[in-house]
């Protein structure tokens, strides 16, 4: 009886369901702005047609996805079909209150999706004013008030009025971290990008509260841990405790896990392929098993063996990684493999609206109707993030005409690329100021334009450059630059005035390798003070000169700012074309970094030699000559080492120093804020080619020393103490350093 009562059930729902009426007019009801055909085009309504329930919820659901009305009602009663709709009132103008700033205000409009001239969506409004507050909480403004007003005009139209109260930032007053047994708290804090509150970070936005700070935090935190081999790592909580002052205090959770060392690398490669063409890829295998694993480590395997692929010309290639944990180890296995015959049908690029389309194209290493490989694809975004120009790059790939075809769309967010910045520094050696102003995409070109001033006590210096990073879009660079410096000098018995202006083109010759070539041309004019020696004052008189210059670049380091491990080498040359008094001038700069102990111990190598020999019988002039700052060789004083005319330093024709360093961040407890390097340098300046009575002493100077970097409550602060073993009697010398600056 049940099983019957089921069954007689389901056919009567079902036939209800599919009862259907033929419809031979139809009605439309309520509508004002919106005309009859366009509804019955949005709806797919039509005459002569069966119309079941699902047919009405279809239409239900087409009229609804248009967002032009509030309610909908359809109804079929006797061959006719009814639509009554009540449309959304218009939106007569969207007035921002309360914000005082154009660029904000500009900003708020752009993110909300109710706009002036469109209909009035309340959904679509209380997530505009979530994306406010969101933005507001971005800046560090997390207890900001945005509540919307409605201003009637008519029954159909009114103004919305948008008021804002953004109320007191919220700063951060402290940041911990809870469970970092590896890595001390000290180095975590220089890793994240939030920073506690001082009053000497004047212009950083970083001490304000955000929780996309906070997001940005525990992405650099994963990135950190696992870059050292703590491939388990875990951020679990990241907590603000906001107090009535609107203090912040942070609070880090880490999990760190076990520290994984590659045990093996390997490579599944396709049959289609030749293996001899991935052999040299073994070699790259070798340097990396032993080490403690590291994602960036398996990019750097990924990217030899896209250089391999390009330089094969090998199509349609694609790979994969497998990461395998046995123990305390990881063994890798690169996956390369055919993929399937795909061309780009078309790429498009959305949200550039300062920068132009051009300067993203000419990042691309791929172009409409080319193979399309990931590879190509996330390299061309990597080269397009590296050009600085905006905050987010990401591209998707939806299917294109047929079935062979992509379409790649290229999203970017542009962010602000004009900076404004000043230092001041003081020391032993005197004070200092530089102020800078600078657009790196200026005209929405991608193009860099700088305004430098720098004085100290002895020169002022101006500069003007122009820098584009992508020249005509063929891969290289090219620079401009114009400057004036006044030196005066009396402790070198000399003063002088150079104009220049110089022109350089850099470019990738190899991996890891730059080239650079330019042309200079400057004028000189050099004068010797009344307590000059005689041979000095012969050195006096305007010069004139027109010299190239080129230059390689070899750089393997970590990152260039603070790195831990890896190395640089730079190599250059100077020869003038045209000359009052020519010469040849040659640079060789070499430094190596090495981390022990996760990261509490840095070693440092740094080699610097430079050398000016002047051609036939021409002599290299004062400015000309070589010297060696107080940095390259501590415990001596700035370009007082070496050749002496009289009382008067005037440099020489070689200048070189070796330093070695240890640094040891985490030697402190880390309340001190304080790190510290013991160092060891040799160094020397020598040769002159214009008298022979003069001064010099070709004997090594070195000295050693322990030297402190203390962020104060003032800013940034640096100790040298310094202990010459090695001296002439002709060098000034100086046992203590310390030097003070931030920015503002």
Same mark, same amino acid.
């Given at each position: 009886m049940h099983k019957n009562f089921l069954i007689i059930s389901f056919f009567f729902f079902f036939f209800l369901s599919v009862k259907a009426e033929i419809v031979n007019e139809i009605k439309i009801k309520g509508n004002k702005r919106i005309s009859e055909e366009t509804i019955k085009i949005y709806g797919n309504i039509e005459t002569k047609k069966n119309y079941t329930e699902r047919d009405i919820d279809l239409i239900l659901k087409d009229l609804n996805s248009t967002n032009f009305f509030e309610n909908i009602e359809i109804k079929v009663e006797r061959n006719i079909l009814t639509v009554e709709v009540v449309e959304h009132p218009i939106i007569n103008q969207l007035v921002i209150v309360g914000e005082k700033s154009n660029r904000y205000v500009e900003q708020i409009k752009k993110i909300m999706n109710v706009k002036s001239k469109r209909p009035y969506i309340k959904s679509l409004l209380a997530k505009d004013i979530n994306n406010i507050k969101n933005l507001y909480s971005s800046i560090g403004f997390n207890s900001a008030k945005v509540v919307s007003k409605i201003k009637k005009i008519d029954n159909d139209t009114f103004d919305l009025l948008i008021e804002i109260e953004r109320g007191t930032k919220t700063k951060i007053e402290s940041i911990?971290?809870?469970?970092?047994?590896? !890595?001390?708290?000290?180095?975590?804090?220089?890793?994240?990008?939030?920073?506690?509150?001082?009053?000497?970070?004047?212009?950083?936005?970083?001490?304000?509260?955000?929780?996309?700070?906070?997001?940005?935090?525990?992405?650099?935190?994963?990135?950190?841990?696992?870059?050292?081999?703590?491939?388990?790592?875990?951020i679990n909580s990241n907590l603000a405790e906001i107090?009535?002052?609107?203090?912040?205090?942070?609070?880090?959770?880490?999990?760190?896990?076990?520290?994984?060392?590659?045990?093996?690398?390997?490579?599944?490669?396709?049959?289609?392929?030749?293996?001899?063409?991935?052999?040299?890829?073994?070699?790259?295998?070798?340097?990396?098993?032993?080490?403690?694993?590291?994602?960036?480590?398996?990019?750097?395997?990924?990217?030899?063996?896209?250089?391999?692929?390009?330089?094969?010309?090998?199509?349609?290639?694609?790979?994969?990684?497998?990461?395998?944990?046995?123990?305390?180890?990881?063994?890798?296995?690169?996956?390369?493999?055919?993929?399937?015959?795909?061309?780009?049908?078309? $790429?498009?690029?959305?949200?550039n609206s300062v920068t132009n389309e051009d300067v993203i194209r000419g990042e691309l290493k791929v172009d409409e109707g080319d193979p399309f490989t990931k590879v190509n694809f996330d390299r061309s975004i990597a080269d397009i993030r590296s050009r600085n120009l905006?905050?987010?790059?990401?591209?998707?790939?939806?299917?294109?005409?047929?079935?062979?075809?992509?379409?790649?769309?290229?999203?970017?967010?542009?962010?602000a690329?004009?900076?404004?910045?000043?230092?001041?520094?003081?020391?032993?050696?005197?004070?200092?100021?530089?102020?800078?102003?600078?657009?790196?995409?200026?005209?929405?070109?991608?193009?860099?334009?700088?305004?430098?001033?720098?004085?100290?006590?002895?020169?002022?210096?101006?500069?003007?450059?122009?820098?584009d990073p992508n020249y005509n879009y063929l891969g290289n660079s090219i620079f401009y630059s114009v400057s004036s410096e006044d030196n005066d000098k009396p402790d070198q018995g000399y003063e002088n005035t150079i104009l220049s202006a110089r022109v350089a083109t850099a470019f990738e010759q190899y991996k890891d390798v730059d080239a650079n070539i330019g042309l200079s041309v400057s004028y000189d004019d050099l004068r010797t003070l009344d307590t000059a020696s005689d041979a000095l004052k012969k050195q006096s008189g305007s010069f004139e000169e027109i010299a190239g210059d080129y230059g390689f670049t070899y750089d393997r380091r970590n990152r260039s700012f603070n790195p831990t491990s890896g190395s640089i080498v730079r190599l250059g040359q100077t020869i003038p074309i045209i000359a009052d008094k020519s010469y040849v001038s040659n640079l060789l700069a070499?430094?190596?970094?090495?981390?022990?102990?996760?990261?509490?111990?840095?070693?440092?190598?740094?080699?610097? $030699?430079?050398? !000016?020999?002047?051609?036939?019988s021409d002599e290299v002039r004062l400015s000309k000559r070589k010297g060696l700052s107080s940095s390259?060789?501590?415990?001596?004083?700035?370009?007082?080492?070496?050749?002496?005319?009289?009382?008067?330093?005037?440099?020489?024709?070689?200048?070189?120093?070796?330093?070695?360093?240890?640094?040891?961040?985490?030697?402190?407890?880390?309340?001190?804020?304080?790190?510290?390097?013991?160092?060891?340098?040799?160094?020397?300046?020598?040769?002159?080619?214009?008298?022979?009575? $003069?001064?010099?002493?070709?004997?090594?100077?070195?000295?050693?020393?322990?030297?402190?970097?203390?962020?104060?409550?003032?800013g940034p602060m640096s100790f040298t103490f310094s202990k010459n073993i090695l001296k002439a009697e002709t060098d000034e010398t100086e046992s203590f350093n310390f030097n003070l600056g931030t920015t503002f």
């Open positions: 911990k971290f809870v469970g970092n047994q590896k !890595i001390k708290s000290r180095r975590l804090r220089e890793i994240i990008a939030s920073e506690e509150d001082k009053f000497f970070k004047i212009i950083t936005r970083n001490t304000n509260f955000s929780e996309n700070l906070v997001r940005l935090d525990t992405r650099l935190l994963t990135n950190y841990y696992k870059s050292l081999g703590f491939y388990d790592i875990k107090s009535n002052q609107n203090k912040a205090n942070l609070i880090y959770s880490i999990e760190e896990g076990k520290r994984y060392i590659i045990s093996k690398i390997k490579t599944n490669l396709d049959e289609v392929f030749d293996k001899k063409i991935f052999f040299p890829i073994n070699k790259v295998y070798k340097k990396y098993i032993g080490e403690y694993y590291s994602p960036f480590k398996v990019k750097k395997i990924l990217d030899e063996i896209d250089t391999v692929i390009e330089n094969n010309r090998l199509q349609f290639v694609e790979h994969s990684v497998e990461e395998i944990i046995e123990g305390d180890t990881i063994s890798i296995v690169f996956n390369i493999f055919e993929g399937n015959k795909i061309l780009v049908e078309r $790429i498009n690029i959305i949200g905006f905050k987010k790059v990401d591209y998707k790939v939806s299917n294109g005409s047929k079935n062979d075809l992509r379409i790649v769309d290229i999203t970017v967010e542009e962010k690329t004009g900076e404004i910045s000043a230092g001041a520094g003081v020391g032993t050696d005197g004070g200092s100021f530089a102020f800078n102003i600078k657009e790196n995409n200026w005209l929405g070109e991608g193009k860099a334009v700088a305004f430098d001033v720098e004085v100290d006590q002895e020169s002022l210096t101006g500069t003007f450059s122009y820098h070499i430094s190596n970094y090495k981390s022990f102990n996760n990261e509490n111990v840095i070693g440092a190598s740094k080699l610097y $030699i430079s050398t !000016i020999d002047g051609l036939g390259r060789l501590r415990g001596f004083k700035k370009n007082k080492v070496g050749p002496k005319d009289g009382t008067d330093h005037i440099g020489g024709n070689y200048a070189a120093a070796l330093n070695l360093e240890t640094k040891l961040p985490n030697l402190l407890p880390e309340d001190t804020n304080t790190d510290i390097t013991l160092f060891l340098d040799f160094g020397n300046v020598w040769g002159v080619d214009y008298d022979s009575s $003069i001064n010099e002493s070709n004997k090594i100077r070195s000295s050693t020393g322990v030297s402190a970097g203390f962020m104060s409550p003032i």
